[in-house]
């Protein structure tokens, strides 16, 4: 069992920066790929980054490459997703997710263990 514990949600104006944390317990934390989802009101809930077990490959939705940054300490058993460029359409609730299975990063179905959220507000 992993728990997982999102901070650094907020309210920001466009084009600002947040950095969003996700600190993992319970499992070794370098076992398991990360990744990051977010949820809309009424929208399902997509893919935004995630990385691997070390942290040396990473990967992007389109609409927030360039934009967007995923990292992990193993160390502080802690990923983070670096926000900058904000835009309206970044308003979600933001999810970080635990992965040990080898299904792709962009589904949800691979993640096994899910945080309860934070929410992300960019006002125009």
């Known amino acids: 069992q992993v728990q997982l514990l999102e901070s650094g949600g907020g309210l920001v104006q466009a084009g600002g920066s947040l950095r969003l944390s996700c600190a993992a317990s319970?499992?070794?934390?370098?076992?398991?790929?990360m990744g990051w989802f977010r949820q809309a009101p009424a929208k399902e809930r997509e893919f935004v980054a995630a990385?691997?077990?070390?942290?040396?490959?990473?990967y992007y939705a389109d609409t927030v490459k360039g934009r967007f940054a995923v990292s992990r300490d193993n160390a502080l058993n802690t990923v983070y997703l670096q926000m900058n460029s904000l835009k309206p359409e970044d308003t979600a609730v933001y999810y970080c997710a635990a992965a040990n299975s080898y299904g792709s990063l962009y589904r949800l179905g691979s993640y096994n263990y899910w945080g309860q959220g934070t929410q992300v507000t960019v006002s125009a």
């Open positions: 319970g499992r070794t934390f370098s076992d398991y790929r």
């Open positions: 990385t691997d077990w070390s942290g040396t490959y990473t």
